[in-house]
């Protein structure tokens, strides 16, 4: 047994350090709390995993987990953010794709042009916003998107 004070072996059951004569307590035991793995959802897996698994085809996986998560609020956030941020970046992509079809029927360079950079800046935006819901809901945090993060905790609640 280690002394915490100054470091020093000791032998195992001492109560005093055989150098600077600290107490050495039984070692601490870790709370039941901390020791307890992150509480399952209703689907059966743990709730991070399922948290992930809510971003992981964005909209569609959000709405699956709305379906099936009765219990875990955590699952339900990340369902309902999931939900909201892929809904309305999906309805974005849509737009850019439809001035990118106008563009190119009528001939206009410039305005293709200018939808195709803003199409993958777009691209590029949400696939690090992905990346980081996907990391952060490993890690059992419930990170709030700006606008979308407020009303999936709402409805999370309900």
């Given at each position: 047994?280690?002394?915490?004070?100054?470091?020093?072996?000791?032998?195992?059951?001492?109560?005093?350090?055989?150098?600077?004569?600290?107490?050495?307590?039984?070692?601490?035991?870790?709370?039941?709390?901390?020791?307890?793995?992150?509480t399952e959802s209703?689907?059966?897996?743990?709730?991070?995993?399922?948290?992930?698994?809510?971003?992981?085809?964005?909209?569609?996986?959000?709405?699956?987990?709305?379906?099936?998560?009765?219990?875990?609020?955590?699952?339900?956030?990340?369902?309902?953010?999931?939900?909201?941020?892929?809904?309305?970046?999906?309805?974005?992509?849509?737009?850019?794709?439809?001035?990118?079809?106008?563009?190119?029927?009528?001939?206009?360079?410039?305005?293709?042009?200018?939808?195709?950079?803003?199409?993958?800046?777009?691209?590029?935006?949400?696939?690090?916003?992905?990346?980081?819901?996907?990391?952060?809901?490993?890690?059992?945090?419930?990170?709030?998107?700006?606008?979308?993060?407020?009303?999936?905790?709402?409805?999370?609640?309900?």
């Open positions: 047994m280690f002394c915490p004070k100054c470091g020093t072996e000791n032998p195992d059951g001492a109560k005093f350090c055989s150098k600077c004569g600290a107490g050495l307590g039984a070692p601490a035991k870790p709370s039941e709390a901390a020791a307890k793995p992150e209703s689907t059966g897996m743990s709730a991070n995993v399922a948290g992930l698994l809510c971003y992981v085809a964005g909209w569609i996986t959000g709405i699956v987990f709305v379906v099936l998560e009765k219990k875990s609020k955590f699952v339900k956030f990340h369902a309902w953010q999931s939900i909201m941020v892929f809904g309305v970046l999906t309805v974005v992509q849509i737009i850019l794709s439809i001035l990118n079809a106008i563009a190119i029927s009528t001939f206009s360079f410039g305005l293709w042009q200018f939808a195709h950079v803003l199409s993958v800046i777009f691209g590029v935006i949400i696939a690090g916003l992905w990346i980081a819901l996907v990391i952060l809901a490993a890690q059992g945090k419930m990170w709030k998107v700006p606008g979308a993060g407020n009303w999936a905790e709402k409805q999370a609640n309900k």
